[in-house]
Protein backbone atom coordinates (compact mmCIF):
# COMPACT_ATOMS: atom_id res chain seq x y z
CA UNK A 1 0.00 0.00 0.00
CA UNK A 2 1.38 3.46 -0.98
CA UNK A 3 0.89 6.34 1.59
CA UNK A 4 1.57 9.79 1.41
CA UNK A 5 3.36 10.55 4.72
CA UNK A 6 3.84 14.61 5.80
CA UNK A 7 6.70 15.33 8.08
CA UNK A 8 8.21 18.52 9.27
CA UNK A 9 12.31 18.47 9.61
CA UNK A 10 14.46 22.05 10.50
CA UNK A 11 10.75 23.74 9.82
CA UNK A 12 10.56 22.93 6.70
CA UNK A 13 7.27 20.42 5.42
CA UNK A 14 8.19 17.96 3.87
CA UNK A 15 5.66 14.65 1.69
CA UNK A 16 7.10 11.61 0.64
CA UNK A 17 5.82 8.22 -0.70
CA UNK A 18 5.96 5.05 1.37
CA UNK A 19 5.46 1.85 -0.10
CA UNK A 20 6.57 -0.15 3.52
CA UNK A 21 4.07 0.08 6.44
CA UNK A 22 4.90 -0.53 9.78
CA UNK A 23 2.21 -3.48 10.68
CA UNK A 24 1.64 -3.32 14.28
CA UNK A 25 -1.59 -5.09 13.98
CA UNK A 26 -2.40 -8.52 15.69
CA UNK A 27 -2.92 -10.05 12.36
CA UNK A 28 -2.98 -9.85 9.45
CA UNK A 29 1.37 -9.68 10.35
CA UNK A 30 4.35 -8.84 7.98
CA UNK A 31 5.67 -11.80 6.10
CA UNK A 32 9.20 -12.37 5.75
CA UNK A 33 11.09 -12.03 2.10
CA UNK A 34 11.92 -15.82 2.02
CA UNK A 35 8.35 -16.45 2.63
CA UNK A 36 7.25 -14.10 -0.40
CA UNK A 37 9.71 -15.40 -2.63
CA UNK A 38 8.43 -19.00 -2.01
CA UNK A 39 4.70 -18.07 -2.48
CA UNK A 40 5.69 -16.68 -6.04
CA UNK A 41 6.53 -20.66 -7.17
CA UNK A 42 4.68 -21.69 -10.17
CA UNK A 43 1.34 -23.12 -9.60
CA UNK A 44 1.22 -27.34 -9.55
CA UNK A 45 -1.02 -30.46 -9.82
CA UNK A 46 -2.59 -29.92 -6.31
CA UNK A 47 -2.91 -33.99 -6.55
CA UNK A 48 0.06 -34.48 -7.32
CA UNK A 49 3.25 -36.19 -5.74
CA UNK A 50 5.13 -32.54 -5.26
CA UNK A 51 1.90 -31.26 -3.78
CA UNK A 52 1.30 -34.19 -1.37
CA UNK A 53 5.13 -33.98 -0.62
CA UNK A 54 4.51 -30.30 0.68
CA UNK A 55 1.35 -30.73 2.58
CA UNK A 56 2.59 -33.92 4.72
CA UNK A 57 6.21 -31.15 5.01
CA UNK A 58 3.56 -28.89 6.35
CA UNK A 59 1.21 -31.11 8.87
CA UNK A 60 4.54 -32.48 10.52
CA UNK A 61 5.70 -28.80 10.88
CA UNK A 62 2.72 -27.94 12.78
CA UNK A 63 2.30 -31.19 15.19
CA UNK A 64 5.90 -29.62 16.34
CA UNK A 65 4.49 -26.28 17.01
CA UNK A 66 0.95 -27.34 18.59
CA UNK A 67 3.35 -30.63 20.48
CA UNK A 68 0.44 -33.06 19.34
CA UNK A 69 0.48 -36.37 17.47
CA UNK A 70 -3.41 -35.68 17.04
CA UNK A 71 -4.32 -35.45 13.01
CA UNK A 72 -4.39 -32.03 11.43
CA UNK A 73 -6.77 -30.65 8.98
CA UNK A 74 -5.85 -27.53 6.65
CA UNK A 75 -9.04 -25.31 5.26
CA UNK A 76 -8.66 -22.67 2.72
CA UNK A 77 -10.52 -20.09 4.70
CA UNK A 78 -10.23 -18.05 8.16
CA UNK A 79 -9.88 -18.37 10.96
CA UNK A 80 -13.57 -18.24 11.41
CA UNK A 81 -14.02 -20.86 9.35
CA UNK A 82 -11.43 -23.38 11.18
CA UNK A 83 -13.88 -22.42 14.27
CA UNK A 84 -17.34 -23.21 12.28
CA UNK A 85 -15.47 -26.36 11.44
CA UNK A 86 -15.47 -27.48 14.66
CA UNK A 87 -18.68 -26.45 15.66
CA UNK A 88 -20.27 -28.03 12.94
CA UNK A 89 -18.61 -31.29 12.53
CA UNK A 90 -18.34 -31.89 16.50
CA UNK A 91 -22.14 -30.61 17.89
CA UNK A 92 -25.42 -32.19 16.23
CA UNK A 93 -28.88 -29.92 16.45
CA UNK A 94 -30.02 -29.50 19.72
CA UNK A 95 -26.76 -30.42 21.23
CA UNK A 96 -25.99 -28.33 24.39
CA UNK A 97 -22.45 -26.54 24.40
CA UNK A 98 -20.82 -24.63 27.04
CA UNK A 99 -18.93 -21.05 25.86
CA UNK A 100 -16.63 -19.14 27.33
CA UNK A 101 -16.65 -15.43 26.52
CA UNK A 102 -14.44 -13.00 27.20
CA UNK A 103 -14.17 -10.80 24.16
CA UNK A 104 -15.31 -10.60 20.84
CA UNK A 105 -14.05 -13.74 19.09
CA UNK A 106 -15.65 -15.75 21.97
CA UNK A 107 -19.01 -13.94 21.30
CA UNK A 108 -18.18 -15.12 17.63
CA UNK A 109 -18.13 -19.06 19.30
CA UNK A 110 -22.07 -17.68 20.42
CA UNK A 111 -22.98 -16.80 17.34
CA UNK A 112 -21.52 -20.01 15.52
CA UNK A 113 -23.70 -22.32 18.09
CA UNK A 114 -26.91 -19.93 16.94
CA UNK A 115 -26.25 -20.67 13.30
CA UNK A 116 -25.65 -24.40 13.92
CA UNK A 117 -29.04 -24.55 16.19
CA UNK A 118 -26.66 -25.51 19.38
CA UNK A 119 -28.23 -24.92 22.82
CA UNK A 120 -25.54 -22.91 25.06
CA UNK A 121 -25.21 -22.01 28.33
CA UNK A 122 -22.67 -19.35 28.58
CA UNK A 123 -19.89 -17.77 31.26
CA UNK A 124 -20.05 -14.40 30.32
CA UNK A 125 -16.88 -11.65 32.00
CA UNK A 126 -16.49 -8.43 31.59
CA UNK A 127 -13.88 -7.53 28.07
CA UNK A 128 -10.51 -7.56 29.34
CA UNK A 129 -11.16 -10.15 32.43
CA UNK A 130 -9.54 -13.04 32.21
CA UNK A 131 -11.51 -16.88 32.49
CA UNK A 132 -11.65 -18.86 35.51
CA UNK A 133 -11.44 -22.27 35.24
CA UNK A 134 -13.24 -22.38 38.75
CA UNK A 135 -16.37 -20.83 37.37
CA UNK A 136 -16.21 -24.17 34.49
CA UNK A 137 -15.46 -26.72 37.05
CA UNK A 138 -18.57 -25.60 39.06
CA UNK A 139 -20.66 -25.28 35.76
CA UNK A 140 -19.59 -28.80 34.81
CA UNK A 141 -20.49 -30.05 38.08
CA UNK A 142 -23.91 -29.29 37.72
CA UNK A 143 -24.45 -31.05 34.93
CA UNK A 144 -25.30 -34.36 36.34
CA UNK A 145 -26.43 -35.91 33.17
CA UNK A 146 -23.63 -34.87 30.79
CA UNK A 147 -25.81 -32.65 28.67
CA UNK A 148 -22.87 -30.64 27.52
CA UNK A 149 -20.94 -31.62 24.73
CA UNK A 150 -18.39 -29.11 24.38
CA UNK A 151 -16.72 -26.46 26.62
CA UNK A 152 -15.56 -23.23 23.84
CA UNK A 153 -13.20 -20.70 24.87
CA UNK A 154 -10.38 -19.13 23.64
CA UNK A 155 -6.55 -19.01 24.37
CA UNK A 156 -5.91 -15.72 23.24
CA UNK A 157 -8.44 -13.22 23.08
CA UNK A 158 -7.65 -11.08 20.33
CA UNK A 159 -9.81 -8.43 20.98
CA UNK A 160 -8.78 -7.38 24.58
CA UNK A 161 -5.16 -9.06 24.86
CA UNK A 162 -5.75 -11.54 27.74
CA UNK A 163 -4.09 -14.78 27.50
CA UNK A 164 -6.20 -17.47 29.28
CA UNK A 165 -5.01 -20.40 30.81
CA UNK A 166 -5.47 -23.29 29.22
CA UNK A 167 -4.01 -25.89 30.93
CA UNK A 168 -6.09 -25.01 34.08
CA UNK A 169 -9.34 -25.49 32.23
CA UNK A 170 -8.36 -27.98 30.08
CA UNK A 171 -8.26 -29.54 34.18
CA UNK A 172 -11.74 -27.87 35.06
CA UNK A 173 -13.27 -30.44 33.49
CA UNK A 174 -12.22 -33.42 35.72
CA UNK A 175 -14.29 -36.18 34.86
CA UNK A 176 -16.60 -34.41 32.59
CA UNK A 177 -16.66 -36.07 29.62
CA UNK A 178 -17.24 -32.83 27.74
CA UNK A 179 -14.77 -31.90 24.75
CA UNK A 180 -12.24 -29.02 25.08
CA UNK A 181 -12.42 -26.96 21.50
CA UNK A 182 -9.80 -23.92 21.57
CA UNK A 183 -9.34 -20.88 19.80
CA UNK A 184 -5.87 -20.60 19.18
CA UNK A 185 -5.85 -18.01 15.86
CA UNK A 186 -4.01 -15.48 17.98
CA UNK A 187 -1.91 -17.87 20.52
CA UNK A 188 -0.53 -20.76 18.42
CA UNK A 189 3.47 -20.03 18.25
CA UNK A 190 3.28 -17.21 20.75
CA UNK A 191 2.19 -18.28 23.32
CA UNK A 192 2.95 -21.77 25.22
CA UNK A 193 0.43 -24.79 23.98
CA UNK A 194 0.97 -27.91 24.48
CA UNK A 195 -1.97 -29.95 22.94
CA UNK A 196 -1.66 -33.56 23.86
CA UNK A 197 -0.22 -32.77 27.00
CA UNK A 198 -3.08 -30.22 28.26
CA UNK A 199 -5.81 -33.14 26.60
CA UNK A 200 -7.26 -30.29 24.14
CA UNK A 201 -9.75 -32.35 21.57
CA UNK A 202 -10.03 -29.35 18.95
CA UNK A 203 -7.82 -26.56 18.17
CA UNK A 204 -8.06 -23.83 15.81
CA UNK A 205 -4.99 -21.46 14.21
CA UNK A 206 -4.97 -19.79 11.42
CA UNK A 207 -2.16 -18.32 8.75
CA UNK A 208 -1.98 -14.87 9.63
CA UNK A 209 -0.70 -14.15 12.99
CA UNK A 210 2.60 -16.11 14.42
CA UNK A 211 2.73 -18.30 10.84
CA UNK A 212 3.42 -15.26 9.09
CA UNK A 213 1.83 -15.53 5.97
CA UNK A 214 -1.02 -13.97 4.69
CA UNK A 215 -4.57 -15.12 5.81
CA UNK A 216 -6.96 -17.83 3.87
CA UNK A 217 -5.37 -20.53 5.75
CA UNK A 218 -7.11 -22.39 9.00
CA UNK A 219 -5.81 -25.44 10.97
CA UNK A 220 -7.46 -28.02 13.10
CA UNK A 221 -6.33 -30.21 15.34
CA UNK A 222 -8.93 -33.09 15.75
CA UNK A 223 -8.28 -35.62 18.70
CA UNK A 224 -9.48 -39.21 19.20
CA UNK A 225 -12.40 -38.24 21.46
CA UNK A 226 -13.16 -35.60 19.21
CA UNK A 227 -13.47 -37.96 15.95
CA UNK A 228 -15.71 -40.18 17.90
CA UNK A 229 -18.06 -36.98 18.17
CA UNK A 230 -17.18 -36.28 14.77
CA UNK A 231 -19.07 -40.16 13.82
CA UNK A 232 -22.36 -39.13 16.07
CA UNK A 233 -22.87 -35.66 14.60
CA UNK A 234 -25.54 -35.45 12.28
CA UNK A 235 -25.19 -31.69 11.78
CA UNK A 236 -25.37 -30.36 8.20
CA UNK A 237 -21.66 -29.51 6.71
CA UNK A 238 -20.11 -29.63 3.24
CA UNK A 239 -16.74 -27.59 2.50
CA UNK A 240 -15.98 -28.10 6.51
CA UNK A 241 -16.65 -32.18 6.53
CA UNK A 242 -13.92 -33.22 8.92
CA UNK A 243 -14.80 -36.69 7.50
CA UNK A 244 -14.01 -35.45 4.49
CA UNK A 245 -11.13 -33.80 5.14
CA UNK A 246 -9.64 -36.66 6.73
CA UNK A 247 -10.20 -39.61 3.91
CA UNK A 248 -8.57 -36.76 1.49
CA UNK A 249 -5.56 -36.65 3.92
CA UNK A 250 -4.81 -40.28 4.05
CA UNK A 251 -4.37 -39.55 -0.21
CA UNK A 252 -2.18 -36.19 0.48
CA UNK A 253 -4.56 -34.37 -0.75
CA UNK A 254 -7.65 -31.44 0.36
CA UNK A 255 -11.05 -32.37 -0.87
CA UNK A 256 -11.13 -29.00 -2.92
CA UNK A 257 -8.46 -27.12 -4.92
CA UNK A 258 -6.00 -25.55 -1.64
CA UNK A 259 -4.80 -22.55 -1.71
CA UNK A 260 -1.64 -23.16 -3.46
CA UNK A 261 0.98 -20.13 -2.81
CA UNK A 262 -0.33 -20.33 0.83
CA UNK A 263 1.27 -23.84 1.34
CA UNK A 264 4.53 -22.84 -0.25
CA UNK A 265 4.62 -19.63 2.33
CA UNK A 266 3.60 -21.96 4.93
CA UNK A 267 6.21 -24.52 4.10
CA UNK A 268 8.79 -21.75 4.33
CA UNK A 269 7.78 -20.23 7.45
CA UNK A 270 7.48 -23.61 9.13
CA UNK A 271 11.20 -24.06 8.19
CA UNK A 272 12.20 -20.58 9.77
CA UNK A 273 10.24 -21.40 12.71
CA UNK A 274 12.15 -24.97 13.01
CA UNK A 275 15.48 -23.21 12.52
CA UNK A 276 14.72 -20.48 15.33
CA UNK A 277 13.51 -22.97 17.91
CA UNK A 278 9.92 -23.05 19.16
CA UNK A 279 11.10 -22.33 22.96
CA UNK A 280 12.98 -18.99 21.49
CA UNK A 281 9.97 -18.10 19.24
CA UNK A 282 8.22 -18.26 22.95
CA UNK A 283 10.63 -15.86 24.60
CA UNK A 284 10.73 -13.57 21.90
CA UNK A 285 6.95 -12.64 22.21
CA UNK A 286 7.49 -12.67 25.86
CA UNK A 287 10.10 -9.81 25.26
CA UNK A 288 7.91 -7.85 22.84
CA UNK A 289 5.08 -7.78 25.35
CA UNK A 290 7.59 -6.96 27.49
CA UNK A 291 8.46 -3.66 25.59
CA UNK A 292 5.43 -2.82 24.97
CA UNK A 293 4.06 -2.82 28.12
CA UNK A 294 6.99 -1.29 29.43
CA UNK A 295 6.79 1.72 26.93
CA UNK A 296 3.22 2.41 27.79
CA UNK A 297 3.50 2.16 31.62
CA UNK A 298 6.46 4.73 30.82
CA UNK A 299 3.94 7.26 29.01
CA UNK A 300 0.89 6.90 32.33
CA UNK A 301 -1.24 5.27 29.96
CA UNK A 302 -3.42 2.86 31.33
CA UNK A 303 -3.56 -1.14 29.80
CA UNK A 304 -7.18 -3.18 29.51
CA UNK A 305 -5.23 -6.39 30.76
CA UNK A 306 -3.56 -7.01 34.25
CA UNK A 307 -0.05 -8.16 33.53
CA UNK A 308 -0.40 -11.72 35.08
CA UNK A 309 -2.87 -12.23 32.54
CA UNK A 310 -1.48 -9.94 29.65
CA UNK A 311 -0.98 -11.58 25.50
CA UNK A 312 2.47 -12.06 24.38
CA UNK A 313 0.61 -11.29 20.93
CA UNK A 314 -1.37 -8.15 21.57
CA UNK A 315 -1.98 -5.33 24.27
CA UNK A 316 -4.60 -3.20 24.57
CA UNK A 317 -4.00 0.46 25.88
CA UNK A 318 -7.00 2.30 27.15
CA UNK A 319 -7.40 6.04 25.22
CA UNK A 320 -6.54 8.78 27.10
CA UNK A 321 -9.69 10.42 29.53
CA UNK A 322 -11.70 12.54 26.87
CA UNK A 323 -9.90 11.27 23.55
CA UNK A 324 -11.35 8.76 21.20
CA UNK A 325 -8.87 5.84 20.24
CA UNK A 326 -9.82 6.35 16.79
CA UNK A 327 -7.96 9.72 16.63
CA UNK A 328 -4.80 7.95 17.99
CA UNK A 329 -4.56 5.32 14.94
CA UNK A 330 -5.46 7.39 12.49
CA UNK A 331 -2.72 10.22 13.03
CA UNK A 332 -0.35 6.67 13.57
CA UNK A 333 -1.06 5.76 10.13
CA UNK A 334 -1.62 9.48 8.49
CA UNK A 335 1.41 10.83 9.93
CA UNK A 336 3.98 7.81 10.08
CA UNK A 337 2.56 5.22 8.31
CA UNK A 338 2.16 3.09 11.54
CA UNK A 339 -0.92 0.63 11.67
CA UNK A 340 -2.36 -0.39 14.83
CA UNK A 341 -5.61 -1.95 15.69
CA UNK A 342 -8.92 -0.39 16.97
CA UNK A 343 -11.42 -1.62 19.40
CA UNK A 344 -14.45 -3.72 18.66
CA UNK A 345 -18.18 -4.09 19.99
CA UNK A 346 -18.29 -2.00 23.54
CA UNK A 347 -14.44 -0.97 23.12
CA UNK A 348 -14.68 0.72 19.77
CA UNK A 349 -13.18 4.28 20.27
CA UNK A 350 -12.34 3.36 23.88
CA UNK A 351 -8.49 1.33 23.38
CA UNK A 352 -6.42 0.97 20.84
CA UNK A 353 -4.52 -2.29 20.09
CA UNK A 354 -0.94 -2.83 19.26
CA UNK A 355 0.12 -6.18 17.67
CA UNK A 356 3.31 -7.68 18.68
CA UNK A 357 3.73 -11.53 16.70
CA UNK A 358 4.94 -13.13 14.07
CA UNK A 359 7.90 -11.69 11.51
CA UNK A 360 9.16 -8.59 13.60
CA UNK A 361 12.11 -6.74 14.61
CA UNK A 362 12.27 -5.31 18.41
CA UNK A 363 13.13 -1.58 16.46
CA UNK A 364 9.61 -1.62 14.78
CA UNK A 365 7.91 -2.12 18.10
CA UNK A 366 10.18 1.04 19.00
CA UNK A 367 9.68 2.69 15.96
CA UNK A 368 5.51 2.37 16.67
CA UNK A 369 5.94 3.73 20.27
CA UNK A 370 7.84 6.77 19.06
CA UNK A 371 5.08 7.42 16.70
CA UNK A 372 2.83 6.89 19.47
CA UNK A 373 4.80 9.58 21.30
CA UNK A 374 4.43 12.32 19.01
CA UNK A 375 0.56 11.49 18.48
CA UNK A 376 -0.51 11.57 21.62
CA UNK A 377 1.73 15.12 21.81
CA UNK A 378 0.01 16.41 18.65
CA UNK A 379 -3.72 15.62 20.31
CA UNK A 380 -2.84 17.77 23.55
CA UNK A 381 -1.92 14.84 25.80
CA UNK A 382 1.54 15.19 28.00
CA UNK A 383 3.79 13.38 26.87
CA UNK A 384 7.62 13.27 28.42
CA UNK A 385 8.79 12.52 25.15
CA UNK A 386 11.19 9.71 24.30
CA UNK A 387 10.39 8.24 27.99
CA UNK A 388 8.05 5.56 26.18
CA UNK A 389 11.14 4.87 23.44
CA UNK A 390 13.53 4.64 26.93
CA UNK A 391 11.48 2.34 28.30
CA UNK A 392 11.58 0.11 25.63
CA UNK A 393 15.26 0.03 24.81
CA UNK A 394 15.78 -0.84 28.96
CA UNK A 395 13.98 -4.39 27.79
CA UNK A 396 15.70 -4.86 24.47
CA UNK A 397 18.99 -3.93 26.16
CA UNK A 398 18.79 -5.87 29.35
CA UNK A 399 15.72 -7.73 29.39
CA UNK A 400 14.16 -6.85 32.24
CA UNK A 401 10.22 -7.27 32.97
CA UNK A 402 8.70 -4.31 32.44
CA UNK A 403 7.50 -3.63 36.10
CA UNK A 404 11.04 -2.88 36.64
CA UNK A 405 10.76 0.23 34.54
CA UNK A 406 10.30 3.17 36.55
CA UNK A 407 6.74 5.24 35.45
Known amino acids: ?12 NFSTMWEKQILLLPGPTQIPPRVMRAMSREQINHRGPVARKILFEIIEGIKEIMRTENDILIFTSSGTGGMEAAVANIMSPGDKALVVSNGAFGDRFKKLCQAFNIEMDVIDYPWG ?5 QNIEDHLKNDHGHKIKAVFVQHNETSTGVLNDMEAISK ?14 SSLAAAELQVDKWGLDVVISGSQKAFMIPPGLSVVSISPRAWEAVKRCTNSRFYF ?3 LAGEYLELGQTPFTPALSLLYGLQESLKMMRDEGLENILKRHSQYRNIVRAAVNALGLEMLAREEISSPAVTAV ?5 MNAGDIINGMLEDYNVVIAGGQGNLRGKIFRIGHLGYMDPLELVAGISALESVLSSL ?5 MGKGVTAAMKIIKGGKSCESIDN
Open 1 to 12: MKQNLKFTLRGE
Open 241 to 243: DFT
Open 380 to 384: GQPVD
Open 318 to 322: KAPEG
Open 172 to 185: ARGEHPALLVVDAI
Open 129 to 133: EVVDP
